[in-house]
């Protein structure tokens, strides 16, 4: 089992910064990807950002330019660098990783959720 511990979400003005983070801990033998998604108000959740354990990166185009994803995989940690925010980026944002295990068994985890709020 895999547990993730996000932080980081709040309330920012319009063109602001928010880094999100979130921390992998558990039964992890190997995390392939690590990434974000998020969900507006009567909207379906969407993908962020990724990013798997090569670097190998992947945005929605609505992102591109203003975000950022890293990961420290000595820390099985992903983190999220959001500039030039909008009023549309408001959503709960949820860290997701799928795992391989020992026996080539693909899992998902999923966290909490973060609030991130966008004032125009």
């Known amino acids: 089992q895999v547990q993730l511990v996000e932080s980081g979400g709040g309330l920012v003005q319009a063109g602001g910064s928010l880094t999100l983070s979130c921390a992998a801990s558990?039964?992890?033998?190997?995390?392939?990807?690590m990434g974000w998604y998020r969900q507006a108000p009567g909207k379906q959740r969407e993908l962020v950002a990724s990013i798997t354990n090569g670097g190998r990166t992947n945005y929605v185009d609505s992102v591109k330019g203003r975000v950022t994803i890293s990961r420290e995989n000595a820390k099985n940690t992903v983190h999220l660098q959001m500039n030039s925010l909008k009023p549309e980026d408001t959503a709960v944002y949820y860290c997701?990783?799928?795992?391989?295990?020992?026996?080539?068994?693909?899992?998902?985890?999923w966290g909490q959720g973060t609030q991130v709020t966008v004032s125009s």
């Open positions: 558990g039964s992890i033998f190997n995390i392939a990807i």
């Open positions: 997701a990783v799928k795992t391989i295990g020992t026996r080539g068994q693909v899992s998902e985890y």
